[in-house]
């Protein structure tokens, strides 16, 4: 009986050291990243995914002449059980007539002082979808229409889509349509806001936003929502202590009515009940 | 038995809590950072940017940069001013935005760049 007893509280705090671990003791991952001064080396599979991805993308947008659209990237396996395109991390391509090819603006996180930092970033496609979970040759166009795409490429040259990025605060699971954080979906979502009502102020968005915006609920347990706020990259004091976390989630994009074409690399495993 | 049993149980319970942090893969992609552009450079004029290609399999990798070695800077409508004097692509489908010409043309190498955004 002793015996159960003690394998019960060791699998217990087993569970608890890697769910909650790291977040715990961030001196150690500290000394490890410190320690680890070897540079990366190149994972050849995922540069071949991700070059097959980019040219599946400037074909797709240039026989659409689509000179802005939303491009999302694989998450990990598990993220199907919270949305079902499979997609996890959006960005908004952007022809560039330097580059001769989409350059994908996007908000990521890049943590300082274990506090997760919102920061724009630009990525050639193929970073960018070198940076998806996995290798699955999956990703997710979503194509504005042309009045909006122009509006969109405007702002981006006139840099009033960078002013929507109203804080560094980043969160996972920022709430919709709140003011004190944000997420790369959130980001994508308040640009095409903004450029469809012509009105960049981040506050007037926000509010177009809840107005007019279906987010994702998720429905999250209480062991699912204490586990959550200790994820790194989730701000644990915007959970709220009931009710689903409302946010933006390629989802919620893909089944807004914000798009005229919707277009997988490949159908996803779980095939939403329409495809455009 | 039913010890071992409930520890499965618990262990199940954390196992189906939602990993948001394992795969939300919302960071800047390291590829940037690889040894893939640490190779002997080609260059070719591509207008004011050159491209410095690295050897590889199959199409190349190339890097955008100007004459001082920076990456390409942001896009602006003074950028699209100059592309639209010095481009010479009438093959090219051209999407029109604010009174400029855009010419659609896609390379067929692969442009590497992963940058933060300077903003105004």
């Known amino acids: 009986m002793k015996i159960g007893v003690l394998r019960l509280v060791a699998s217990l705090f087993l569970v608890v050291a890697i769910e909650i671990g790291a977040p715990l003791f961030p001196s150690i991952i500290i000394d490890q990243a410190l320690a680890d001064t070897t540079q990366p080396t190149l994972d050849e599979r995922k540069l071949e995914v991700a070059k097959h991805l980019t040219d599946w993308m400037q074909h797709e947008l240039l026989v659409r002449q689509a000179i802005v659209a939303v491009v999302s990237r694989k998450g990990g396996k598990d993220i199907k059980s919270r949305d079902y395109t499979g997609m996890a991390h959006s960005g908004l391509a952007v022809y560039d007539p330097r580059a001769q090819t989409w350059i994908v603006y996007q908000v990521v996180n890049q943590p300082h002082m274990q506090t997760p930092v919102a920061v724009l970033w630009k990525s050639a496609p193929v970073d960018f979808f070198y940076g998806q979970t996995g290798y699955d040759q999956n990703a997710l166009l979503l194509i504005p229409d042309a009045a909006t795409q122009h509006r969109l490429y405007s702002s981006i040259l006139t840099g009033q889509a960078f002013k929507l990025a109203f804080t560094t605060a980043y969160n996972l699971l920022s709430r919709y349509d709140g003011a004190d954080s944000l997420n790369c979906n959130k980001w994508i979502l308040m640009t095409i806001a903004a450029a469809r009502s012509d009105d960049y102020d981040p506050d007037h968005v926000l509010q177009i936003i809840h107005d007019g915006f279906d987010p994702a609920d998720l429905h999250l347990g209480f062991i699912g929502r204490e586990v959550v706020r200790l994820k790194s990259n989730v701000r644990s004091s915007e959970i709220p202590d009931h009710g689903p976390v409302l946010t933006v989630t390629p989802q919620s994009l893909y089944e807004s009515n914000l798009f005229i074409e919707k277009i997988f690399a490949a159908a996803p495993a779980h095939s939403p009940s329409v495809v455009h | ?120």
Do not use: W
């Not at chain 2, 260059?43 to 390409?72: Q, Y």
């Open chain 2, 1 to 120: 038995m039913k010890n071992i049993l409930s520890a499965s149980l618990v262990l199940a319970c954390f196992a189906a809590q939602p990993s948001f942090a394992a795969n939300d893969s919302d960071v800047a992609s390291e590829l940037s950072a690889t040894p893939i552009l640490a190779g002997l450079a080609v260059s070719e004029c591509i207008c004011e940017l050159s491209t410095h290609a690295v050897g590889s399999a199959g199409r190349r990798m190339v890097k955008l940069v100007d004459a001082s070695g920076n990456s390409i800077g942001e896009l602006t409508s003074a950028v699209l001013d100059v592309k639209g004097e010095r481009l010479d692509q009438s093959y090219a489908p051209r999407v029109t935005v604010d009174k400029k010409e855009i010419p659609l043309v896609v390379r067929r190498d692969y442009v590497e760049m992963s940058q933060p955004v300077q903003q105004k």
